[in-house]
């Protein structure tokens, strides 16, 4: 009787071979001037992040949680950080803010929305 565990909490030390990942893209800044909305980066990400060749599947795979400003995005294990710059630039361009924000690597696993530092010059364009 001990070795069924199936009406506890389920255990996750068997299926710990497929190592997750957790990336965290940092909304703040845009966040709080009102440009972005969390809410809708996280359905589009919901929608966009294909496991297995398919949109909107996720699955067990993929769980996306957020707080008010940070959108975190756990995987598991081949599931690569550019992919995630490459949706978030996706989904600034649907939302024309591809002109204000860019995408930077902070760490080895966030990446943060910023706006593009105007010189005062204004000479050079990126």
Excluded: W
């Amino acid at each position: 009787a001990a070795a069924t565990t199936t009406t506890m909490a389920p255990k996750k030390t068997q299926k710990s071979k497929k190592s997750q990942v957790k990336f965290v893209i940092d909304c703040s800044q845009p966040v709080e001037d009102k440009v972005l909305d969390v809410a809708s980066f996280m359905k589009f990400l919901h929608d966009r992040i294909k496991v297995n060749g398919k949109a909107g599947n996720l699955g067990d795979q993929v769980s996306i949680s957020s707080d008010k400003t940070k959108v975190t995005v756990t995987a598991e294990s081949p599931f690569s950080k550019r992919y995630l710059k490459y949706l978030t630039k996706k989904y600034l361009k649907k939302q024309q803010l591809r002109d204000y924000l860019h995408v930077v690597a902070t760490l080895k696993t966030t990446y943060e929305l910023r706006y593009f530092s105007i010189n005062a010059e204004g000479d050079e364009e990126e």
